[in-house]
């Protein structure tokens, strides 16, 4: 038992990937593709995806938002865990990583279920219906936080779950000494979060911090 969340250190983190990801060699050669990359550390970590696939399996998930692709990994493992008959809406601004990602979903075969979306999130938000998905997850521009949070709640189904990615930013949230507008706008997120009546979460210390919002 432990009163504390243990520290990941390298041993751990590696019997964590040994025995709790099962990762495809697909997913696997994205995700190494990816961190030849200069911006490859944009990229989620594996047992997050593991974790974000469990969640839309359990929740029965058929409609999937996606606010920052990259190069496709959080959707290739969402997705997939969604099934066949699922959907996603996938919003991204670059061509060159998602030219990447739509290798790797034509390869997995569920580029047909992906409806992408290369313009800025927030005119892609406001053509969406109200209460038309399951699942959401939020992985792009800090300083917009907060535009594609009230755009998820409007978006979402009530019940629905909508997943906040780099919550932690690196650890810099709980550093009252840092005050650049990434970590402004991802503390006042997570402020604003906690007494948000609308929801109810739960901030997860998994990569660099997850949280999960219901939309009640």
């Known amino acids: 038992m432990s009163n504390k969340t243990l520290d ?22 994205l ?8 911006m490859g550390k944009m990229q989620i ?18 409609s999937y938002l996606e606010i ?3 190069t496709g990994y959080s959707m290739l493992k969402v997705l997939k ?20 990602a739509q290798r790797y979903w034509k390869e997995e075969g569920i580029d047909t279920q ?13 053509s969406l219906a109200p209460d038309s998905f399951d699942l959401a ?22 019940g629905g779950l909508l997943m ?18 990434d970590t402004k706008a991802i503390r006042a997120l997570n402020k604003k979060i906690f007494s948000d009546t609308r929801v109810e979460a739960s901030m997860l210390s998994i990569g660099d911090g997850l949280m999960l919002v219901k939309k009640l």
């Open 81 to 100: 865990a969604m099934g066949k008959e699922a959907t996603a809406t996938a919003c991204d601004i670059s061509k060159e990583w998602t030219d990447i």
């Open 31 to 38: 995700r190494e593709e990816t961190l030849e990359l200069e």
């Open 68 to 70: 920052g692709v990259f």
């Open 164 to 181: 906040i990615d780099n919550i932690f930013w690196g650890g810099s949230v709980a550093d009252e000494g840092i005050d650049d507008l």
């Open 114 to 126: 992906i409806d992408l979306h290369l313009d800025r999130a927030e005119n892609t938000l406001k």
């Open 45 to 62: 970590a594996p047992e997050q995806g593991e974790f974000m696939g469990f969640m839309a399996k359990l929740m029965n998930a058929s």
């Open 8 to 29: 990941i250190n390298d041993k751990l983190l590696s019997y964590i990937l040994r025995t709790g990801v099962k990762e495809s060699d697909l997913e696997k050669r």
């Open 137 to 158: 997850f939020i992985d792009a521009d800090k300083e917009n936080y907060d535009l594609y949070y009230e755009a998820c709640l409007r978006i979402l189904k009530p």
